[in-house]
C-alpha cells in the first residue's frame, strides 16, 4: 500500500509542479492546493500505514494507531485552508484592480497584449 501511496504523492507534486509554474493565479492557487495535499499525504504516510484499534486506555488491543500523524494533518489541512482562502482573496482583489489573473501583467512586465 505505500508503493501505490507513493506514487500518488509523487503525481500530486507533479501535478502541483506544473500548475505553480503556469501564467495564471488561479492556476498557481491551484497548485498550491494540491502540493498541500500531496504534503497531508506524505505525512500519512511517513507514519505508517497501520491497521489497528483506536489509541486509549481502557481498551486491550493488540495493536494501536499513533494518533500524532493524523494529528498533524488535521492542523496542516486547517492552515492551508487558511493560505487557499487568503490566496483567493487575493488573486480576486488583483483582478478588480487590474482586471487580469496573468502573472507577468501582474509583475509589471506588459511586453504582450
Sequence with gaps: M????AVVIGVLFMCATYLI???SILRIIVGTGLLSHGAHLLILTM?????GAVPL???KAASYVDP????L???AIVIS???TAFLLVLAYRAYQELGTDDMECLK?????E
Excluded at 505505500?2 to 501511496?5: R, T
Excluded at 500524532?68 to 494529528?71: F, V
Aim: glycine letters at 14%.
Design 47 to 51: 507514519g505508517g500505514l497501520k491497521q
Design 81 to 83: 485552508f487558511g493560505v
Design 108 to 112: 509589471g512586465n506588459d511586453t504582450h
Design 2 to 5: 505505500e508503493i501505490v501511496m
Design 68 to 71: 500524532l500523524p493524523q494529528a
Design 21 to 23: 509554474l503556469s501564467k
Design 57 to 59: 486506555l481502557s481498551e
Design 73 to 75: 494533518i488535521l492542523t
